[in-house]
């Protein structure tokens, strides 16, 4: 019975891949997502942030969760039974299309928030200006190319903790907020919607707030769209002020862009998720957005969600328990106190925990000038340059920035993206998928519901 129903859910999985992709140019649109003041906006209404963290395997699988249909067809009725909005993906194949998942994604209300990097191209900690060059930006131009088209594509972020708890580490802040700088400047230059671009720090209480001082001062070519840090200080049971939250929302009450948590779920103790009530109550929501929890799949450091095991999944304690806090939980109403109107901040001092004496910041390096009116062509996947990634491939920048250098200079074609549904769903008929996909999940869940266990 076992192989039967495991034929039939392959089988099943398989059709539903295969109609999906073939209805991708068709896409059901969701509405796309900007920054209003402090807060995120879907449309008119303040839109909060309210997902999980999604790279199955963890960063040593070092793959694509987006790129993998069947895998995308087994969670998302997971998804949908957490009742979330938004998944953050860490690391995506950029040389391949998108369409059958994010489609599905959409369908289904979801949004993406994704990661740049990967671990072959990215920021050196410990070097950053060797590693600020050509081959890194192309990578990072042909990922937004391969997702900006897609209406559920919420926020970029330029780097993920790479600025952590030494002190040393954070001379590495004048080139992620310059990739910052160039990401922007290559969405607008190439005509796509202004996608949000910003940062996710590490809780280091040390250089927390300095981070997001220098992320939104100075020109506004270089200031990031929104601030997000990984926080996990409420350990279950805690409370809106012992966990130090209050502290948190009271030091971040005049900062001028959306906050959001990038990764959250204290697992030190069993994880009941009651600071989900905190984060979307009224003591929040005027100055957080939301929150990703940290994490759908269990890996080794015994965070997840769910464990897959091939094609089942196997619903964990936590799974329930956040399923209840969201269910406990409405999202909030109105438009949260947010704050329509704020000011660059100040750029922090330099201190014995902050090393940069001032906002300047490396000119994008020559070899990379070209992206910005020819765009970045077909990207080199996760394992380009035959594996020797972006790192040490040369052609630094040997410049410092003019400011306002970053401002976008002509409006170019959005042509060379690798998505092709997404976009073209927002100029035509469309034909949503939401029943479709909804019908897929009543027969899954019906004819093998066996491989989806609960504890």
Same mark, same amino acid.
């Given at each position: ?20 992709? *073939? ?15 402090? !807060? ?29 249909? @069947?895998?995308?067809?087994?969670? +998302? ?7 979330? $909005?938004?998944?953050?993906?860490? *690391? ?49 131009? !042909? ?8 209406? =559920? ?10 600025? $952590? ?5 954070? +001379? @590495? ?8 700088? /160039?990401?922007?400047?290559? +969405? ?16 280091? @209480?040390? =250089?927390?707030?300095? @981070? ?8 506004? /070519? ?23 939250? /209050? ?8 900062? *001028? ?40 799949? &269990? ?31 409405? &999202? ?31 000119? +994008? ?20 340059? =035959? ?31 690798? *998505? ?36």
């Amino acid at each position: 019975m076992k192989g039967f129903t495991s034929t039939l859910a392959s089988s099943l999985a398989l059709g539903a891949s295969t109609a999906l992709a *073939s209805l991708a140019p068709r896409a059901s649109s969701v509405p796309t997502v900007s920054v209003k003041g402090n !807060a995120f906006f879907a449309a008119n209404d303040r839109f909060y942030i309210r997902g999980i963290d999604y790279q199955p395997g963890g960063s040593s699988k070092n793959a694509d969760p987006i790129a993998d249909a @069947t895998g995308c067809q087994r969670d +998302i009725p997971e998804f949908t039974k957490l009742g979330i $909005n938004a998944v953050r993906v860490y *690391s995506v194949d950029n040389s391949v299309n998108h369409d059958t998942c994010m489609n599905a994604l959409a369908a289904a209300g979801i949004y993406l928030i994704l990661d740049v990097n990967s671990p072959l191209y990215s920021i050196n900690r410990q070097d950053p200006a060797p590693s600020y060059n050509p081959t890194y930006l192309q990578s990072v131009f !042909a990922t937004i190319d391969a997702f900006a088209n897609y209406p =559920n594509t919420l926020a970029f972020f330029s780097g993920n903790e790479v600025i $952590n708890e030494t002190t040393a580490s954070t +001379i @590495t802040a004048p080139y992620v907020k310059a990739v910052t700088r /160039d990401m922007k400047q290559y +969405i607008g230059n190439r005509g796509y919607r202004q996608i949000p671009v910003g940062y996710s720090a590490a809780d280091v @209480t040390s =250089n927390r707030y300095e @981070t997001a001082e220098f992320m939104n001062c100075g020109p506004d /070519d270089e200031r990031s769209d929104f601030f997000a840090f990984n926080d996990y200080s409420w350990c279950d049971p805690s409370s809106y002020t012992i966990s130090g939250w /209050d502290k948190k929302v009271e030091l971040f009450s005049n900062y *001028s862009l959306p906050i959001f948590l990038s990764e959250y779920g204290c697992n030190t103790n069993e994880r009941k998720f009651e600071e989900v009530s905190a984060l979307y109550g009224p003591q929040m929501t005027p100055v957080y957005s939301g929150g990703l929890v940290y994490e759908y799949t &269990m890996e080794e450091n015994k965070f997840g969600l769910v464990q897959l095991s091939g094609g089942s999944v196997t619903e964990l304690a936590d799974f329930t328990a956040l399923q209840s806090a969201y269910a406990n939980t409405p &999202m909030p109403s109105g438009d949260g106190g947010y704050k329509p109107n704020g000011q660059a901040s100040n750029c922090p001092a330099q201190s014995s925990t902050w090393l940069p004496g001032t906002d300047t910041l490396p000119a +994008i390096p020559d070899g990379a000038v070209q992206y910005m009116s020819q765009g970045a062509g077909k990207g080199p996947g996760l394992k380009g340059n =035959n594996g020797a990634g972006s790192q040490n491939a040369g052609g630094a920048s040997t410049a410092t920035a003019t400011p306002g250098s970053g401002a976008v200079t002509a409006t170019g074609s959005a042509a060379s993206s690798t *998505s092709k549904g997404a976009a073209s769903s927002l100029h035509g008929p469309e034909l949503s998928l939401g029943p479709f996909v909804c019908g897929l999940v009543v027969i899954l869940s019906s004819m093998v519901g066996a491989s989806f266990q609960l504890l």
